[in-house]
């Protein structure tokens, strides 16, 4: 009897599982490119672009995940002629919040990369383009590698708070199929492992990508 | 006329004036060795010749382009002119191939296949044709100077530059380097080497250079140089090294 009604549940915990990496899937590929675009900003040498990353960096880094989240589902939302779904405001926001994270990390992985190699491309006449896509940023993400899948777990589990705006993710489901089912103690015990194992399996894949580029 | 022709060179870090006023000519073909103490200013010299270092006032002119001019395109310039570093700076996550043929393939555009057969035959030229597929991690530092050499050759350039391509070796690998660039010179490469083999310089040198405090004090070719310096500065430098 109790282990129908907790099969029962757990399509319900798939499906929100499947919104939970649709969101983290696409906010974090979103993060990364932000990321990389605010950390070129940061290091670029024009001062105004580097002050725009720098507010950017502090603005994100200086406030809560979910105010942020709060500004721009509701705060956003109220103004005219913008308008999204719960969704889209959860990915904007994982985005935005893995991305003044990212822009750090990056900066950080692109700094720590000996002048001499930048030197030695230019020297060849590589353009500062071509230097960064064939010498630095390799590098430097063969280093960063472990930082970010830190983030990238750090984030898997922000967006947890979604579904404070609705959103029917994995922990939107557990609160919906405790509730129904009064089940709260086994409902969240394998809300719990779901988070563990795919954030598990995150970490395999990046030992894995690690093991196969770092060592190089 | 010369390829290379620095004008009152000057060359600032903030406030710290490291060139102070530097006049030079090098021909074509010629191999021009560059010595002094340590701190007198000679990578400097040397990186303000690829623009490596940006040129706080004179005037240097590569094969009749004037790369402090604003409007010159400065990575044409870079590519026919080399350089070698004192640490090597290989790509660590390319191969011996890879770090060669880069440079080809990117800016020259050349095809991969054209690139890889200059790639093998500059390899034979400096003796390391069986490390083609290795990582800079696997070869020893005279091994990656010769490949860094190998790399920069790749481009075709009409200009080498050297900063101190020995000192970061162990004394039994310079040999072999020196070998590779003493070949170089046979073969009519306009080089600009900054080194403290005076050996090389003496043997291969067309001219040397003595810098000081950010001057060019003394140049002359090698024997007159070694063998009778005018400078007190120069003296007091030649009876420490030689
Ligand atoms: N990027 C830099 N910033 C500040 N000072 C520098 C920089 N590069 C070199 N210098 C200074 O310039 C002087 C000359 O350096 P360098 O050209 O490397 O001398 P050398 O190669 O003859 O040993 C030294 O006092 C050095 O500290
Ligand atoms: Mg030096």
């Known amino acids: 009897m109790r282990v129908d009604i907790i099969s029962a549940a757990f399509p319900y915990l798939m499906k929100g599982l499947q919104v939970t990496l649709y969101i983290f899937i696409i906010a974090i590929i979103i993060g990364f490119i932000i990321g990389l675009v605010v950390a070129l900003l940061r290091l670029a040498p024009i001062k105004p672009l580097n002050w725009i990353a720098l507010i950017f960096i502090n603005a994100i880094r200086g406030t809560p995940f979910l105010v942020q989240l709060f500004f721009i589902y509701f705060g956003l939302n109220s103004l005219p002629f913008i308008s999204f779904n719960s969704t889209t405001a959860g ?126 | 006329m010369s390829i290379i022709t620095v ?69 044409e310039v870079r590519q026919e002119v080399g350089m070698v570093f004192q640490q090597f700076n290989l790509f660590p996550h390319k191969t011996v191939m890879e770090n060669i043929t880069l440079a080809p393939m990117k800016v020259r555009s050349s095809s991969k296949d054209e690139a890889g057969t200059k790639a093998l035959e500059l390899l034979d030229k400096v003796g390391l044709r069986e490390k083609a597929e290795s990582y800079p991690e696997q070869l020893s530092g005279g091994q990656k100077q010769r490949v860094a050499i190998a790399r920069a050759l790749a481009m075709e350039p009409k200009i080498m530059l050297f900063d101190e391509p020995t000192s970061a070796l162990d004394p039994e690998m ?56 005018t400078h007190e500065r120069t003296k007091a430098f030649l009876s420490k090294v030689l």
């Not at chain 2, 060179?9 to 002094?36: D, Q």
Request: glycine share 8%.
């Open chain 2, 174 to 229: 310079v040999g072999d380097v020196l070998e590779v660039m003493k070949q170089l010179a046979k073969e009519g490469m306009t080089m600009v080497v900054v080194t403290h083999e005076m050996g090389f310089a003496r043997e291969v040198g067309d001219r040397v250079l003595f810098m000081d405090g950010g001057y060019i004090m003394e140049e002359n070719v090698p024997s007159e140089l070694f063998n009778n310096p």
């Open chain 1, 91 to 216: 990915i904007i926001t994982v985005a935005i919040n893995a991305g003044a994270y990212f822009a750090e990390i990056i900066r950080a992985g692109i700094q720590s990369i000996d002048r001499g190699q930048s030197e030695a491309a230019r020297s060849l006449g590589l353009t500062g383009f071509q230097n960064m896509y064939h010498i630095v940023l390799p590098q430097a993400f063969r280093r960063m590698l472990p930082t970010i899948t830190n983030q990238s777990i750090i984030s898997l589990k922000d967006t947890s708070l979604l579904s404070v705006i609705g959103i029917a993710d994995l922990t939107q489901q557990g609160e919906i199929q405790s509730s129904a089912t009064f089940e709260a103690f086994k409902i969240w015990l394998i809300v719990g492992i779901i988070y563990f194992i795919v954030i598990y399996l995150l970490t395999l894949i990046a030992n894995f990508l690690e093991r196969r580029f770092v060592l190089r």
């Open chain 2, 7 to 75: 004008k009152n060179l000057k060359k600032s870090f903030g406030n710290l004036e490291v060139l102070k006023n530097i006049n030079a000519e090098i021909k074509e073909r010629e191999v021009v060795c560059v010595i002094g103490p340590s701190g007198s200013g000679k990578s400097t010299f040397l990186r303000c010749l690829n623009r490596l270092e940006e040129i706080t006032d004179g005037h240097v002119i590569i094969d009749g382009q004037d790369i402090t001019d604003p409007k010159v395109k400065i990575n």
